[in-house]
């Protein structure tokens, strides 16, 4: 099957930048053929080496809040002209080393296990892989639910690791090839104001989901009251600056 490595850019959250850098590290990591994809509604300051695709179709609804949700408009079919396997990255992502295993490992559906929800079978979409335009029922579901769909599902993340838990092909990544920034890599209070956050040398990816961002992880970061202090985070620079 053909591979695909796919993000999603939109609104102004994150800049062309993020883009890139993610694009730099697929390149530096991936050594399988491949095509890297942002689908996105503004692709001003891409790198040339990007394929830039219109978001896909997406009927948004206000009254859900969290944008996250258009993740799902990724199950549409046909999705733009892409064929085969689609690895999705989130743009805050920081890969470490290889990652071709990611398409190697046999499996209909692959996602991060959420650190937050270790009792549920809820994934992290930070990163997940899945066969392009197999599961419309995906997006469909998610707009038959409507209004309610918050009632059940905290966020696009528990929606579709249900929808796929329920198809019977819900499958994680091996734990150590992803793991959270803020669960495994930040030191626990009072160590984080004195030490920088681990380098985790033998995973593939670090996710960051929430804050801090990887930005702020390399310049350093102050938050929940002084517990989520993050001291300058210099390693980073090996993988993620541009």
Known sequence: ?????????????FGPEYANRLYKMVQKNLTV???????????????????VRELP????????????WRKLS??????ADLKGVALFLDLDIVIRRNIDELFEVPGDFLICKDWDFPRDIIGNSSVFRFEVGKYPEVLENFYNLGNGIRKEYRNEQAFLSYQMFEKGILKYWDKSWCVSFKRHCLRPFP??????????????????????????????????GGFRYVKPTKWLARYWEE
Do not use: S
Request: charged share 20%.
């Open 1 to 13: 099957m053909e591979k695909n490595v796919i993000c999603m850019k939109w609104g102004t959250k």
């Open 33 to 51: 053929p491949h095509r890297f994809v942002c689908f996105t509604d503004d692709p001003t300051g891409l790198d040339a080496g990007i394929e």
């Open 57 to 68: 179709p997406y009927h948004d609804n206000p009254n859900i809040g969290d944008k996250g």
């Open 74 to 79: 990724l199950f549409n079919a046909p999705l």
């Open 191 to 224: 160590l984080n104001f004195f030490m920088q956050p681990v380098d985790p040398e033998d995973v593939k990816i670090i996710v960051f989901h929430g804050k801090p961002t990887p930005q702020m992880a390399l310049n350093g970061y102050c938050g929940k």
